[in-house]
């Protein structure tokens, strides 16, 4: 039996991932705010949940609200645990120390075989505490708590984490300052963060749902493959980039003017933070300007040696930036 936590775009990823495999023994289950499960079927929320392959299941638990006993006892009855919650501390979605309650509340479960918190990002092993503010020092103590758990021997739950990148599309969204359109609207304008030669794993919700299901299935088996998964983090990529290859990337895709705009290094950057220390993108981009933890080399990925089929930026680029 497998939860998967949320329904949002990685979320929706994974549950599409999941149920297509169509795994006989598969239970799939998604956990939803009462709010949102409660909806008529045909609700465009709750409406694609339905036309998913197989039979999901939906669990109504309010994540923030519930006590970390309340979702002990939920979890209790998964074998599987996938956590899709989502980023932004500072949503009505999510909360400081959310993630911290949720896999407590799996140990404390005790049945669960499997924990997938959400880390579906960047090598968080690799960032010191306070370098991009209390998301990443929040993962990097899960990792901790995780790891000392199974040392300890004082839980039976084993956890993979999975390694992504950031989303595809937030490389190339107006939001995150590297890809943008030029003032007069004829072309593109491509910025670094950090040094035109620092890379960024990328990889698309799609894919990570993908190969997130295939992990689960090889770490379910007991193989020797199978058991050198659990309680690691295993590494996926769609692509590496370096911002000096994105500006190519993007002229090629959209057939108009790309060229080099700032080179953004880390004095700037940690002085915009400085100057406005409530913007938590400005602590991202200091993190990912370092390149430290934010890329890994495609060829050494779960992905590359299975054979996953993974969009890579200059595909994406070509099927959104066009348009």
Not at 79 to 91: F, H, K, M, W
Not at 210 to 215: K, R
Request: net charge negative; proline share 4%.
């Amino acid at each position: 039996s497998i939860l998967i936590l949320g329904a949002g775009e990685l979320g929706m990823a994974m549950l599409r991932a999941f149920s297509m495999r169509n795994e006989p023994s598969w239970e799939i289950t998604v956990l939803l705010r009462p709010e949102t499960a409660n909806l008529p079927q045909q609700a465009p929320k709750i409406a694609p949940i339905y036309a998913l392959p197989g039979d999901v299941k939906i669990l109504p638990c309010d994540l923030l609200e519930s006590s970390q006993s309340e979702l002990a006892s939920e979890f209790k009855r998964f074998d599987v645990i996938v956590g899709c919650t989502g980023y932004d501390q500072n949503s009505a979605g999510t909360g400081a120390g959310l993630q911290r309650k949720i896999a407590n509340a799996v140990l404390e479960a005790e049945t669960v075989k499997l924990y997938l918190p959400w880390q579906f990002g960047v090598e968080y092993d690799l960032f010191g505490h306070g370098d991009a503010g209390g998301l990443f020092d929040e993962q990097k103590d899960i990792r901790k708590l995780l790891r000392e758990a199974v040392a300890s021997g004082r839980t039976k739950t084993e956890w993979i984490i999975v390694s992504t990148g950031i989303f595809m599309s937030y490389l190339f969204s107006s939001f995150w300052g590297v890809v943008t359109r030029s003032d007069n609207g004829d072309g593109w304008v491509v910025n670094a963060l950090g040094s035109w030669d620092v890379s960024t794993t990328v990889t698309t919700p799609e894919d990570i749902g993908t190969a997130t299901a295939e992990i689960v299935y090889t770490a379910l088996t007991d193989t020797p493959e199978g058991n050198e998964l659990k309680n690691r983090a295993v590494y996926i990529a769609g692509d590496t980039v370096s911002y000096a290859q994105l500006i190519n990337i993007v002229r090629d895709a959209t057939g108009q003017p790309t060229r080099k705009g700032e080179e953004l290094k880390i004095p700037l950057l940690e002085e915009r933070m400085k100057q406005k220390p409530e913007d938590i993108l400005n602590k991202y981009r200091v993190a990912f300007g370092r390149g430290k933890g934010v890329s890994w080399d495609k060829a050494s990925t779960f992905t590359h040696k299975h054979g996953i089929s993974v969009q890579d930026a200059r595909s994406w680029a070509a099927d959104h930036l066009r348009a």
